[in-house]
């Protein structure tokens, strides 16, 4: 699939431009584009840019028209009205902390490819029940990490998962080797301090050590 082609866009096929998906907090426009730049020069690609700050949407809108080797999602999608937000600033996908049917509808009538986040079986058989069978774990760690997964990975051979939330660069690799684990989410590639002096050499480097992470 060619990065600026949405023709049949799934949330699994974001696995397929590399193992990490950064959780990225802007809180200023004008790092919007040059974080972008730095991170798909580093080889990441997928980029979720959270909705909590205020210029967020702004910045998902000047990502989307400045940079197109990036495919861009929003992140922290709570309600309708985020998911419509996200869509109308160019995003090509969206992530959601929880799991809402109405935002899971809401996503597929915008064709806006949903990633959503569970952190209980009920959540799993929720989303499952709606269409939705590749989930974000959220919060990973804290609500059992690794072996949650495992367990998971029983009553629902069928499902596959993006644990975020508390994952390093050094524990990366021990969920990507799970095999219901294609990809996980990192905030550890956007330091906010690396942001804030602008260090994009800098961010370009976390991005390639992501990038070679392999299951």
């Avoid at 990502?63 to 929003?74: M, N």
């Avoid at 922290?76 to 899971?104: H, M, W």
């Avoid at 059992?144 to 495992?150: A, F, N, Q, R, V």
């Avoid at 029983?154 to 799970?178: E, R, Y």
Wanted: net charge negative.
């Amino acid at each position: 699939m060619a990065l600026n082609d949405d023709e049949g866009l799934q949330p699994l096929d974001l696995v397929g431009h590399g193992p990490v998906i950064p959780v990225i907090v802007i809180d200023r426009l004008e790092d919007a584009v040059p974080l972008a730049e730095a991170l798909v020069a580093g080889g990441v690609r997928v980029l979720e840019v959270t909705l909590r700050t205020s210029v967020a949407l702004r910045c998902m809108e000047a990502i989307a028209k400045a940079v197109p080797d990036a495919i861009v999602g929003a992140g922290t999608v709570r309600s309708v009205t985020d998911a419509q937000a996200a869509k109308n600033a160019g995003c090509r996908f969206a992530v959601s902390p929880g799991y809402l049917s109405e935002i899971g509808n809401a996503c597929r009538e915008l064709d806006l490819p949903l990633l959503p986040g569970v952190a209980t079986g009920s959540e799993v058989m929720a989303a499952n029940r709606d269409g939705y069978s590749f989930l974000k774990l959220f919060p990973a760690t804290a609500v059992g990490g690794i072996p949650l997964l495992k367990s998971l990975a029983g009553p629902f051979a069928d499902v596959m998962f993006c644990p975020t939330g508390g994952i390093t660069l050094q524990t990366a690799p021990d969920f990507l080797a799970l095999p219901n684990v294609p990809v996980c989410g990192g905030s550890w590639l956007t330091p906010a301090d690396v942001i804030a002096r602008k260090d994009w050499g800098r961010i370009t480097e976390l991005a390639r050590e992501a990038s070679r992470l392999r299951a």
